[in-house]
């Protein structure tokens, strides 16, 4: 079974750009989260898609966006970006059951200059 | 509120056992995980407990939970070179799918 991929795997932007993130899910899992990851702040939530539909959201800007297709692939954007965007953007597949069991991808490293 | 600690740095001997150990604060939360990240790579699911569980064992590694106190812990029997990583505890918070993280403690694994 394949695992969740996620595309580019790097990325190079300016600030005030924009950016658009990819993941593709597990076969069958309904649900993918969205963390970042710096050395600052760790590993925090950016918001969870289950079934198109957002079902949480941590506390990030608007600028960061996401969507969800009929398949479960996955896109998030930022909008404007600031160098402090600059981080491992970690995506993660789950049945979306209370178990919970979430499986990570290799993430999109993003550098923001 | 949400929080979880973990102690930054492990160092042990090959062959030695590690304990990893965390704490969290969310009463409420229900699974418990541990996942291990190496260099330059994503997050791999180690495994995780239910809160109304004291202990699973899954080959060489041991979970250990106490609820009262809120602590976690990981123990790796045997520890490996291949080991070495960042070892995050997680918490399943109940308004969704989110897991909160804890900061992470690198495990080093000396030959």
């Known amino acids: 079974k394949a695992g969740v991929t996620q595309t580019p795997r790097y990325l190079i932007k300016t600030r005030g750009q924009q950016v658009t993130l990819s993941c593709s899910p597990i076969?069958?899992?309904?649900?993918v989260s969205w963390y970042q990851q710096t050395p600052g702040q760790g590993l925090q939530f950016l918001f969870e898609?289950?079934?198109?539909?957002?079902?949480n959201k941590g506390n990030f800007p608007g600028r960061f966006s996401g969507r969800q297709f009929s398949n479960s692939r996955s896109e998030m954007n930022v909008s404007t970006l600031e160098l402090g965007d600059s981080a491992l953007y970690l995506c993660?597949?789950?049945?979306?059951?209370?178990?919970?069991?979430?499986?990570f991808g290799p993430g999109t490293r993003l550098t923001v200059l | 509120g949400e929080d979880v600690e973990q102690s930054l740095f492990l160092s042990v001997r090959e062959g030695d056992s590690s304990v990893i150990n965390c704490t969290y604060t969310?009463?409420?939360?229900?699974?418990l995980y541990w996942y291990k990240q190496e260099p330059g790579a994503g997050l791999q699911l180690l495994t995780y407990?239910?809160?109304?569980?004291d202990m699973k064992q899954d080959q060489r590694l041991t979970v250990l939970l106490n609820k009262k106190d809120k602590h976690l812990s990981l123990r790796i029997a045997d520890t490996q070179t291949g080991d070495s990583a960042i070892y995050f505890c997680?918490?399943?918070?109940?308004?969704?799918?989110?897991?909160?993280f804890g900061a992470g403690t690198i495990l080093r694994v000396k030959s």
């Open positions: 407990i239910f809160s109304n569980m």
């Open positions: 969310d009463s409420s939360s229900t699974y």
């Open positions: 993660a597949s789950s049945l979306g059951t209370r178990t919970n069991e979430q499986f």
């Open positions: 076969s069958g899992h309904r649900s």
């Open positions: 898609y289950f079934s198109e539909t957002q079902r």
């Open positions: 997680a918490e399943s918070i109940t308004d969704g799918n989110k897991l909160v």
